[in-house]
């Protein structure tokens, strides 16, 4: 399970123990607010990765080339 899931389900428990405990549901709300930011945080933190094949990087050198070939705008 990543961060984000186990920060999710942590906010769900404390709403449901706002739920149960009427008495408490302000603090039980703010313990999920929380999690709720932890988990939004931890999405920001999501790595990317990307696996440069051989014809990518020859296409990426061929678009290169093109746009070096075009004429400069008239300023």
């Known amino acids: 399970m990543d961060r ?3 920060c999710l389900k942590q ?3 404390f709403r449901e123990k706002a739920i149960a405990d009427p008495a ?3 603090q039980w709300i703010d ?3 929380k999690w709720l930011e932890l988990a ?3 999405s920001r ?4 990765t990307i696996e440069a094949t051989e014809d990518w990087l020859l296409q990426d050198a061929a678009a290169d ?3 070096s070939q075009r004429p400069e705008p008239n300023a």
């Open 31 to 33: 313990e999920a607010i």
């Open 65 to 67: 080339a093109l746009l």
């Open 4 to 6: 984000r899931t186990a």
């Open 11 to 13: 906010a769900d428990a």
């Open 24 to 26: 408490h549901h302000d």
């Open 45 to 48: 933190r999501v790595a990317v």
């Open 40 to 42: 939004m945080e931890a």
